[in-house]
């Protein structure tokens, strides 16, 4: 099984930083099986990324993904009040699995 | 508008089994799988299976392997997911999610709302 490993836990910031995101693997994952989606508490996650770099239908531009093999990266230029959340990687193979996640903060 | 729509909440006392619907609409149900993921208060995603509506296939996580089904009802755009033998680790939230691909590349998307399933003596 693919570990995803994210850090930091847990991300401060404050709204106008940028905020950036690591998703590591514990072997090569292929690009086109890697997502990134955010949750906000009480709702079902939200597709942000696919193929590690593509962004979903409403998305906006401040969202990118980028990375290969094991290492990937969510970065969200400018945070707005709206970004603070949990957010998850998850690769997709024959099976799939999901990092733990990394909180998103207001400091 | 494409959207999954799942069942209520449910209480069960441990050793008892749960069924869980996913009622699809605004697309071919039989032209994508359907995942099942669960998430445990407080804690992050864990991905259980897959089945694939058109031919009833699946593909469970070896976790799960033993006391997990997942089945459909094509008529009804519906797919289920029954897990048995219930301990009080398995209260969490389950969500049904569709497999979207394009050129090979793999998400999910949409998300059902969650179906809360509490499992207490």
């Known amino acids: 099984e693919i570990v995803l490993t994210q850090s930091p836990g847990t991300l401060s910031l404050s709204p106008g930083e940028r905020a950036t995101l690591s998703c590591r693997a514990s072997?090569?994952?292929?690009?086109?099986?890697l997502a990134w989606y955010q949750q906000k508490p009480g709702q079902a996650p939200r597709l942000l990324i696919y193929g590690a770099s593509s962004r979903a239908t409403g998305i906006p531009d401040r969202f990118s993904g980028s990375g290969s093999g094991t290492d990937f990266t969510l970065t969200i230029s400018r945070l707005e009040p709206e970004d603070f959340a949990v957010y998850y990687c998850q690769q997709y193979g024959s099976s799939s699995t999901f990092g733990q996640g990394t909180k998103l903060e207001i400091k | 508008q494409v959207q999954l729509v799942q069942s209520g909440a449910e209480v069960k006392k441990p050793g008892a089994s749960v069924k869980v619907s996913c009622k699809a609409s605004?697309?071919?149900?039989?032209?994508?799988?359907m995942h099942w993921v669960r998430q445990a208060p407080g804690q992050g995603l864990e991905w259980m299976g897959w089945?694939?509506?058109?031919?009833?296939?699946?593909n469970y996580a070896q976790k799960f392997q033993g006391r997990v089904t997942m089945t459909r009802d094509t008529s009804i755009s519906t797919a289920y997911m029954e897990l048995s033998r219930l301990r009080s680790d398995d209260t969490a939230v389950y969500y049904c999610?569709?497999?979207?691909?394009?050129?090979?590349?793999?998400?999910?998307?949409?998300w059902g709302q969650g179906t809360l399933v509490t499992v207490s003596s």
């Open positions: 999610a569709r497999e979207y691909n394009w050129n090979y590349v793999y998400w999910f998307d949409p």
């Open positions: 072997q090569s994952v292929s690009s086109s099986y």
């Open positions: 089945i694939n509506p058109n031919s009833g296939g699946t």
């Open positions: 605004g697309y071919t149900f039989t032209g994508y799988y």
